[in-house]
């Protein structure tokens, strides 16, 4: 089986094995089973039993139910294991924790004295990570059951092979729309290696060996909220960092028992650059950073589980995607979404009632539908024959639902449409597939809350007070970006700076502007400031008593 074989039209057999129970040298085969997998559907069914040389332990037994008189009148595994390196030839071996069964088989074949096929395996474990994240066990009768599929006996090498089958075909449509060919599915199910970060490629490394630390001069430094800027005696920028209390912060980084770092080391003054809110000292220390590029600051990603549901217009054919970052430039960013598990749930939903692409950005060309496409699921851009229009008013369709701030209702309302249109056409196997879906559905836009609206149909206008809540800190947040930060004032100047951010609106967003709303949504997210939404506009008086409401004081 070669690594270029289509996806569609690979065959595969799916293997469980059941063992004696020990580890190492000691393992062995007692009983192997395969089914051969072909187009999604189960079809050949292949199992023995195999002698053992070490007596079975009572334990083992009684997990497996396979007993030593059942192994003592096997067949050795010299006569039974040549069949099965028949089936494997040319095939895709499948086996929950496939590292396992090929390890135990391969071993197998060694003692009997057989050459091991050595084919291209999947592990069903590997493919529910990457595909079904939402199972919360991946033990093969959970992970069936989070499926739908129903077990009945587990623990004997045929029955667990059919369970394990079953799951490779209900996760199949979605490995066909990830990888096109086997090597691709073997490279997308692989292993994640982590990236090796260089020590010290950030911050400048350690402390070198015998230097004395010393404080800089922070005779500028309060203990006010804000960001602090430390810098060498040339004057080059070392650190930038934010604190609600910058004068103790700084103090701790020359304590003794801090970790070191270089920067510290050649400090020579501390700048303090005073906000008014945490939000403020968060956006302007990511300025900051992005124009000064200090040595000693660790450009990190972020480490919250808070994600993004966005659509790129400026592809052929966009596709509906969950990042970790909203998309700049012209595109459609809904967020932010608390749960990456969970938004990934609910795109596949709509991309599927929609008709919507599953693959990515990049569209391959095919010369048969996809698995999708073949369900009915997706309007098949990849052939080469669709109406652009038609699918832009499909992917229009979708993305209106998220014009109002009560998106989630909006997609339960236009399902229950397609529920009632399918009764009405007497498509009743449509309308209950539908009204399941419109359950999960449901389930999902009460997860992703009130962040599931996009950004650019919630023009907002936010106060971030100080920490001990006598002043206050104004942002707008209009068209994906971020604007203000500056203090609450006079009336007729909140005024003048509402209508002059909402004027901003419809420019395309650069990735700064991205940046800063990431950070300022995921803020408000956590901290649910007081909010006062602006569309349609805002009036003197609206904005007045929304003012007066927050305690923040403005004159006349």
Request: hydrophobic content about 45%.
């Amino acid at each position: 089986m070669s690594d270029a074989t289509p996806l569609h039209s690979a065959e595969f057999l799916v293997v469980d094995t059941e063992t004696n129970g020990l580890a190492g040298e000691a393992c062995e085969l007692t009983e192997a089973a395969a089914v051969l997998v072909g187009g999604g559907e189960l079809h050949e069914r292949w199992e023995t039993l195999v002698r053992v040389e070490r007596p079975l332990s009572r334990h083992i037994q009684r997990f497996t139910g396979i007993t030593q008189t059942m192994v003592d009148e096997a067949p050795p595994a010299q006569a039974s294991l040549p069949e099965l390196a028949d089936l494997l030839r040319d095939r895709v071996l499948v086996a929950h924790s496939a590292g396992f069964d090929r390890r135990v088989l391969a071993q197998a074949f060694e003692r009997a004295g057989i050459a091991w096929p050595d084919p291209p395996a999947i592990c069903t474990v590997a493919l529910a990570r990457r595909l079904h994240p939402l199972a919360r066990q991946r033990k093969l009768q959970p992970l069936a059951e989070s499926l739908g599929i129903e077990v009945d006996v587990t623990h004997r090498a045929l029955a667990d092979a059919e369970t394990c089958a079953r799951v490779f075909c209900a996760l199949f449509p979605k490995l066909c729309a990830n990888a096109p060919t086997v090597g691709a599915a073997r490279a997308l199910l692989g292993p994640q290696r982590p990236r090796r970060r260089r020590a010290g490629a950030t911050d400048g490394g350690g402390l070198p060996r015998g230097t004395r630390r010393r404080m800089p001069d922070i005779s500028g430094v309060t203990d006010a909220p804000g960001v602090y800027v430390a810098r060498n005696a040339g004057g080059q920028v070392l650190y930038v960092g934010k604190s609600m209390q910058v004068r103790t912060r700084v103090r701790s980084h020359f304590a003794p028992s801090s970790r070191s770092g270089a920067w510290t080391a050649r400090a020579e003054t501390i700048e303090h650059h005073v906000t008014v809110s945490e939000l403020g000292a968060l956006l302007l220390e990511q300025r900051l950073v992005d124009e000064l590029r200090p040595p000693g600051n660790a450009r990190l990603k972020p480490v919250d589980d808070w994600v993004w549901l966005r659509c790129r217009l400026d592809i052929g054919f966009p596709v509906l995607e969950v990042a970790r970052e909203p998309a700049p430039g012209l595109a459609v960013n809904v967020g932010p979404l608390r749960g990456r598990a969970t938004a990934s749930e609910l795109l596949e939903q709509l991309t599927s009632l929609f008709g919507l692409r599953h693959c990515g950005r990049r569209l391959p060309r095919r010369e048969h539908p996809s698995a999708y496409g073949q369900m009915g699921r997706c309007l098949s851009p990849c052939l080469g024959d669709l109406d652009p229009n038609l699918y832009r008013r499909r992917l229009d369709a979708a993305l209106a639902l998220f014009d109002g701030a009560d998106a989630g209702r909006a997609i339960v309302r236009h399902v229950d449409r397609l529920v009632t249109d399918a009764a009405a056409e007497q498509r009743y196997e449509r309308a209950a597939w539908l009204r399941r879906r419109r359950e999960r559905i449901a389930v999902l836009v009460q997860r992703l809350g009130p962040g599931l609206a996009a950004a650019e149909s919630r023009p907002r206008l936010v106060l971030a007070d100080a920490p001990e809540g006598d002043a206050w800190e104004a942002f707008w947040l209009v068209g994906g970006r971020v604007a203000g930060g500056v203090a609450v004032g006079a009336l007729e100047e909140m005024v003048a700076l509402t209508d002059e951010a909402l004027r901003g609106a419809g420019r395309p967003l650069t990735p700064a502007d991205v940046a800063a709303a990431r950070t300022a949504e995921t803020w408000i997210a956590a901290n649910e400031p007081y909010t006062l939404e602006l569309a349609g506009g805002v009036g003197r008086a609206r904005l007045a008593e929304f003012l007066g409401a927050c305690g923040a004081a403005v004159a006349a």
